[in-house]
């Protein structure tokens, strides 16, 4: 285990969302302190700070998430006090019947886990009177109002770069991909060879993976969002894209393995082949054009040509060889390529 990694972040947080978190942190704690005469408002201060998350939308649910639990830790917390008195033993109890409490309503493990940090907090931080607990909602609801506030009103966050930087790599990767099976089919290759060929077009799964992940995470940011409006468009043209490429990958890497599996020296000599492999530079070429035409991440060393490549699908002889097993299913794959890229959104 790298434990480095499990508390650092490939990447850094927008420096924008830190200063967020920050005004919004320091509005709850001097709005709260002033509404609220008494104890540190640091039900505020948490709730703010937690709030202010990457997307609007996430903002809300952690907003009621805090909410929630805040309320119900705190009565949890009143209840067993009054009950039981301020034993130190009771701070234990009141961890204990929170999580039932969550269990049984079937709380998502946030909730829950609030709700019993919720309860030591009242029980450990001072008196677990009525008036002592409803001030600590009411700071708490403070402070996700501010929270969520600040995050709406301040460069609300729209997550489409990196989305369509991801399937701009995804992309390009497959064109490639592509590239490398077109070569590598009329040229005799070694085992070795053979075995790399098949490693880097397994890259593609991870990649797209990544960028459907990417893509989820900016329709997500885009919900209950005031600037959504200009970034819908694009939004939806991106989903497009991947769909369009989401079985091309799928089928570049059956192509791939089932060119390793029947793979003969002879094959390479095939008239057949080399017309495929013709045809996987053709699809190479569309696959760069259609990520160009949507803006994701264009090649930075050559403007791709506006004109397809792929034009009708391939139609060959049946094979008088003994490859025909092999040509036949990488011929059924190039065809649904073909369809794919080919397909207007």
């Known amino acids: 285990m790298r434990f480095p990694a499990t508390i650092r972040s490939a990447r850094r947080a927008p420096l924008l969302q830190v200063l967020k978190s920050a005004a919004a942190t320091i509005a709850a704690w001097l709005l709260a302190g002033w509404l609220i005469p008494g104890p540190l408002p640091v039900f505020a201060a948490i709730a703010a700070l937690l709030v202010v998350q990457p997307s609007v939308n996430q903002s809300l649910s952690k907003a009621l998430e805090r909410s929630v639990g805040v309320i119900a830790g705190v009565v949890v917390a009143v209840l067993l006090s009054l009950l039981l008195g301020p034993q130190s033993w009771v701070v234990l109890a009141a961890v204990v019947v929170a999580l039932l409490i969550a269990w049984g309503l079937r709380a998502s493990s946030g909730t829950g886990n609030q709700v019993a940090i919720s309860a030591v907090l009242v029980l450990a931080l001072g008196s677990s009177t009525p ?30 770069s990196p989305a369509r930087r991801d399937i701009g790599m995804l992309g390009r990767e497959l064109a490639a991909s592509l590239d490398r099976l077109a070569a590598a089919l009329p040229v005799n290759r070694t085992a070795p060879q053979l075995q790399e060929l098949m490693l880097e077009v397994r890259l593609l799964r991870p990649m797209k993976d990544a960028a459907e992940a990417s893509l989820t995470a ?19 043209e991106l989903r497009a894209l991947f769909e369009r490429l989401s079985p091309v990958v799928t089928q570049v890497i059956g192509m791939t393995r089932a060119y390793i599996d029947h793979y003969e020296d002879s094959l390479a000599g095939d008239p057949a082949v080399g017309a495929i492999a013709e045809q996987l530079r053709r699809a190479g070429h569309d696959a760069r054009l259609a990520v160009q035409t949507a803006d994701a991440a264009p090649e930075p060393e050559a403007t791709t040509s506006m004109i397809p490549a792929l034009t009708t699908p391939l139609i060959v002889r049946p094979p008088a060889s003994d490859h025909w097993i092999l040509i036949g299913s990488l011929m059924e794959d190039l065809r649904r390529i073909h369809d794919e890229l080919r397909h207007e959104p």
């Open 218 to 236: 900016a329709e997500e940011s885009l919900a209950l969002n005031p600037r959504r409006g200009r970034h819908r468009d694009d939004l939806i």
């Open 131 to 160: 008036d002592y607990a409803l001030n600590r909602i009411i700071e708490t609801l403070i402070g996700a109002a501010i929270g969520f506030v600040v995050n709406v009103v301040i460069v609300p966050p729209v997550l489409t």
